[in-house]
């Protein structure tokens, strides 16, 4: 487990906070993992006001996604608990940063540092990832989620939006719904190819 706490915060950057529980966290997160909106409530009544920005923005780990660390917002819409990300954006959408970006981060024991990677996804890249498009809807319906965010799908392959995500894994409706929402049908990964370009590439006729 990573040493250091993190916080995503709304400069868009990343900052060290040593005055977050531990054990809290934990709980943030496996509610956000296992989908229970009762035990999420509960958890965050139990946090002071001034303390909520701060725990709803912080990077933890997901056991399904070694090394990486996302808000409770991304767990959430990577695994597909659209309860919970509407409880989140209908009551605490004062304190989340929906489009927070995620990173990860692996300790070398060899030369002793941290090796880190701004991944650049946030929750709604991740909902379109893991192809739950009703997350994707309450993402963008309520919290006015970024559907042009460019991110790194890993440490090889950059610059592709959540549409060029859904083009490349025949998601037929969610390339519908994020067209009708300002998708950039014109946007180029790495490699000058865009999303019509990967679906014709990749036999999705439905698509193109």
């Not at 709980?27 to 909520?52: F, Q, R, Y």
């Not at 024991?109 to 990832?129: G, S």
């Not at 719904?177 to 049908?185: H, K, V, W």
Request: proline share 1%; glycine share 2%.
């Amino acid at each position: 487990m990573h040493s250091r706490q993190m916080i995503h915060n709304r400069n868009g950057q990343f900052e060290e906070s040593i005055d977050l529980v531990t054990k809290t966290l934990d709980e943030i997160t496996a509610v956000c993992i296992n989908g229970n909106v009762h035990e999420l409530e509960t958890v965050l009544n139990s946090i002071p006001s001034d303390k909520l920005d701060r725990y709803l923005n912080a990077m933890v780990q997901d056991d399904r996604y070694s090394y990486i660390y996302f808000t409770p917002l991304m767990i959430a819409s990577a695994h597909g608990h659209d309860s919970i990300v509407r409880f989140l954006l209908e009551n605490y959408s004062h304190h989340c940063i929906v489009d927070a970006q995620n990173y990860s981060s692996q300790y070398d024991f060899d030369y002793q540092f941290d090796v880190e990677h701004f991944n650049k996804q946030t929750a709604l890249w991740l909902a379109v990832k893991s192809k739950h498009l009703n997350v994707v809807r309450t993402l963008v319906s309520l919290g006015k989620a970024n559907v042009n965010q460019k991110a790194d799908y890993d440490y090889s392959v950059s610059n592709w939006t959540p549409l060029r995500l859904a083009c490349d894994n025949e998601q037929l409706e969610m390339v519908k719904y994020l067209i009708e929402n300002g998708a950039d049908l014109y946007h180029t990964d790495k490699h000058d190819s865009t999303s019509l370009m990967v679906a014709s590439c990749r036999g999705h006729a439905d698509i193109v």
